[in-house]
């Protein structure tokens, strides 16, 4: 049973640049959420898909953008990208029945230069 | 507000018992969980408690909750090498399962042999 998986595993882009991040949930999970973890810092929430939609968003600029597919996986979209967005993108996936067990993949570690 | 607070480091001996706190905020927050990170890699669910609940016991982890206080803490009995890591206290935001946990900065366990 395959866990949460991202891709790519780094990233290195430069400042203006657009970057798309992808994810596949965990087999079961239909609920995907994407967070920001800068260096030392905790994972700070940027928005979660469900049902091909997003239901809750962060406090995150337009420039970041997600979709989610008919088959549940998911991609995060930022645009313009700023030296301020190196950071571990990080996944996670849950099952929306209730009870909030989050389940996350090892992210997509983007450098932006 | 939206915070949570953690200490940032802990030193402990190989065999000795580790605790790491935290303190939340919001009151309403149904779940609260604590996440293992290694380095590189992204976060390990180790354990969750319900907010009806003060203890839960899960082989070598016990997490305590003090609703009144708003405090958390994650207890790891046996402390072995392994256990290096960072571990993030998170909540659940609100009563309803919208995927947005509010992360801790991180406790930074370090286990001497």
């Known amino acids: 049973d395959a866990g949460v998986t991202q891709s790519p595993t780094h990233l290195i882009k430069t400042r203006g640049q657009q970057v798309t991040l992808r994810c596949s949930p965990k087999?079961?999970?239909?609920?995907v959420s994407w967070y920001q973890q800068a260096l030392g810092q905790g994972p700070q929430f940027i928005f979660q898909y469900y049902e091909e939609e997003e239901r809750q968003r962060g406090n995150f600029p337009d420039r970041f953008s997600g979709h989610q597919f008919p088959n549940y996986s998911s991609e995060l979209n930022v645009n313009a990208l700023l030296l301020g967005d190196s950071a571990l993108y990080l996944c996670?996936?849950?099952?929306?029945?209730?009870?909030?067990?989050?389940?996350f993949g090892s992210g997509t570690q983007l450098s932006v230069l | 507000g939206e915070d949570v607070e953690q200490s940032l480091f802990l030193s402990v001996r190989e065999g000795d018992s580790s605790v790491i706190n935290c303190t939340y905020t919001?009151?309403?927050?149904?779940?609260l969980y604590w996440y293992k990170q290694e380095p590189g890699a992204g976060l390990q669910l180790l354990t969750y408690?319900?907010?009806?609940?003060d203890m839960k016991q899960d082989q070598r982890l016990t997490v305590l909750l003090n609703k009144k206080d708003k405090h958390l803490s994650l207890r790891i009995a046996d402390t072995q090498t392994g256990d290096s890591a960072i571990y993030f206290c998170?909540?659940?935001?609100?009563?309803?399962?919208?995927?947005?946990?509010?992360f801790g900065q991180g406790t930074t366990l370090q286990v001497k042999p």
């Open positions: 408690i319900f907010s009806n609940m």
């Open positions: 087999s079961g999970h239909d609920t």
């Open positions: 998170a909540e659940s935001m609100g009563s309803s399962n919208t995927g947005k946990l509010i």
């Open positions: 919001d009151s309403s927050s149904t779940y």
């Open positions: 996670a996936s849950s099952f929306d029945t209730g009870g909030s067990k989050l389940f």
